[in-house]
């Protein structure tokens, strides 16, 4: 089964960045669509943004214009750059991936935290 690593979380002032990384012990691109979800006690999973093939990409509205997605397929890496962190975006996030023709993430890492304070 594949693997899933997250990295990058940690502690930092509003308005300050982050850049999580998910470290895919198979192809990004056989996975076909690399996610990034978070998820706060008592609420429900959000997805954050994804992005399918290495290539194209879509986001959550409370992100974008903060928040980018991206990889490298070289290294089976999906990074997710977070701008201009608010409070609000304090949880857990969690790294998914999926198999070309499954509509649902069959991997999921096991998150880091994000906190941002101010």
């Known amino acids: 089964q594949v693997q899933l690593v997250e990295s990058g979380g940690g502690l930092v002032q509003a308005g300050a960045s982050l850049r999580l990384a998910c470290a895919a012990s198979?192809?990004?691109?056989?996975?076909?669509?690399m996610a990034w979800y978070r998820q706060a006690p008592g609420k429900q999973r959000a997805l954050v943004a994804t992005?399918?093939?290495?290539?194209?990409?879509n986001y959550a509205d409370s992100v974008k214009g903060r928040f980018t997605i991206f990889s490298d397929n070289l290294k089976n890496t999906v990074y997710l750059q977070m701008n201009s962190l608010k409070p609000e975006d304090t949880t857990l996030y969690y790294c998914?991936?999926?198999?070309?023709?499954?509509?649902?993430?069959?991997?999921w890492g096991q998150g880091t935290q994000v906190t941002v304070s101010s």
């Open positions: 998914a991936a999926k198999e070309r023709g499954r509509t649902e993430y069959s991997y």
């Open positions: 198979a192809s990004i691109f056989s996975l076909n669509t």
């Open positions: 992005i399918t093939n290495g290539f194209t990409t």
